[in-house]
């Protein structure tokens, strides 16, 4: 792959919107070119290496408090929305299309590829919430096409909107020392999607052409990306999922797997935990799923925990990823806000993701 260096994707912690499930490998196969597998490790992000010669910046001090209150970041058909958790007031951010969108909350940031009203182009923006919810410009022009979104800082790693299996050619805002932009590449599972002579590590013309159209976009604001790129502090992440003994429900919707009906995790932060009622394989895998409320025995839609149940329901629901806000006060699935009491916020929009930080589930055997 002339002119980048390949970044080498690793497979989904609990982490940032959710596009359709791909169906999982069995187990890495050899490359065609003779390249060792990759073997999934705990990140769905790409491993990125550390310049030698960018030294390391020193302790960030304990950051302000937002200028905004809890909320959920939300994509609406006008542009990017801030949902307030305590009363349900939406803000806007940005007002146009959003493509990808991304929810750093370590780093006090949100990052999106979108489209302004009335521009003729995308571009890369980021929006600083210890100074407000206004939408700041950090790439004035993007290519079209572009199909995940990442972020690598120093201190916070790397986040990004996609797992590798779930996109092609994507974006990433390498913020360690110099802020620049990287093309970063996915088709972890289906190496001919992207590759059209995988051995030469030679891309479809369409995707080389894209990914040399990424690597030619050039930040405009460098200093705002590089100052919340240092914002992004050492904080221990949510803790994992703890896994749980299996409930008794009943195994027939589990037609692909049916050991895996009953199987469930606690949802960190939330009084519920996650189990399996169900899953189907065709051309993806799709896992079925509820709420269980432990102390008091019912059962729940994800659509609504006050909606309880004595007994499974007879439907599930399948998600992309399930953000949980640092209150326990809500929780976000792929397309809406759900508050623990008052129940929807908003729906029929993308997730993005919260203002604090919570934990991010993508299932329970997934």
Known sequence: MSGS????????????????????????????????PVEPAADHAPEVETPTDAPEPAPAPEPPPLAVAESAVVVAANGLQLVDVATSQLTA?????????????????????????????????????????????????????????????????????????????????????????????????????????????????????????IEGVRLSDPGVAKRLGDRALAVSKPRLPKPLDNLTVPSEPCRDEPVDCGRRVEIPGLPYHLVVTGNDRGD?????????????????????????????????????????????QAYAIDDRVVHLTRGTLVSDVEVCGFTTPGAILTGVTK
Do not use: N
Not at 6 to 33: G, H, I, M, N, T
């Open 5 to 36: 260096e390949r970044f080498v994707w690793s497979a989904p912690l609990l982490l940032a919107l959710a596009c359709s499930k791909s169906e999982p490998p069995a187990k890495a196969q050899p490359d065609p070119s003779g390249s060792p």
């Open 284 to 328: 993806l895998f799709h896992e079925s799923l509820q709420l269980y409320d432990p102390a008091a025995a019912t059962w729940a839609p994800l659509s609504d925990p006050k909606a309880t149940a004595a007994e499974p329901l007879a439907e599930g629901s399948e998600i992309g990823r399930l953000f949980v806000a640092g209150s326990g």
């Open 93 to 213: 951010a940005f007002e146009g299309t959003v493509s990808l969108c991304l929810s750093q909350p370590e780093a006090g940031a949100i990052w999106f590829v979108g489209r302004a009203k009335d521009a003729a182009t995308d571009a890369v923006w980021a929006v600083d919430l210890q100074r407000g919810p206004e939408a700041i410009a950090l790439a004035s022009e993007a290519p079209e096409g572009i199909s995940a979104l990442a972020v690598h800082t120093w201190r916070g790693g790397t986040i990004a909107t996609h797992t590798p299996d779930d996109f092609e050619v994507g974006l990433l805002l390498d913020l360690r020392s110099v802020p620049m932009t990287r093309r970063t590449l996915g088709c972890q599972s289906e190496r001919t999607d992207c590759w059209e002579d995988p051995a030469a590590e030679k891309l479809h013309p369409p995707l080389e052409a894209l990914a040399t159209a």
